[in-house]
């Protein structure tokens, strides 16, 4: 069993930068992708980020690419999402999630049904 916690979401200004922490307790290691996904009031849970956990390989939903970056911290069980240039489309609610899904497992275009393991999500808020 794997447990996801989120944190250091909150408010910022348009074009500031928040990094984002997903704290994982369990078995976590090699063979999991972490991935990041958001919602929006009225709109589906999408794909943000993910970072495989093993070789540390990331990928990135294009609305975001060039203004986050997925990383993980294996001493800190730990994996990050350090969000730049935010703009205000970037408000919601961000959740962080894990699969096991081999060493070299899919870590871009995650889909939410393909996760197995979510955190409660920590809301971020762009101010324009």
């Known amino acids: 069993q794997v447990q996801l916690v989120e944190s250091g979401g909150g408010l910022v200004q348009a074009g500031g930068s928040l990094r984002l922490s997903c704290a994982a307790s369990?078995?976590?290691?090699?063979?999991?992708?972490m991935g990041w996904f958001r919602q929006s009031p009225g709109k589906e849970r999408e794909f943000v980020g993910g970072?495989?956990?093993?070789?540390?390989?990331?990928g990135y939903a294009d609305s975001v690419k060039g203004r986050f970056t997925s990383s993980r911290d294996n001493a800190a069980n730990t994996a990050y999402l350090q969000m730049n240039s935010v703009k205000a489309e970037d408000t919601a609610v961000y959740y962080c999630?894990?699969?096991?899904?081999?060493?070299?497992?899919?870590?871009?275009?995650?889909?939410?049904?393909?996760?197995?393991?979510w955190g409660k999500g920590t809301l971020v808020t762009v101010s324009s």
């Open positions: 999630a894990a699969v096991f899904n081999g060493p070299f497992g899919v870590v871009r275009n995650l889909h939410p049904g393909a996760m197995t393991y």
């Open positions: 369990g078995r976590i290691g090699s063979g999991y992708t």
């Open positions: 970072v495989r956990w093993g070789d540390g390989a990331t």
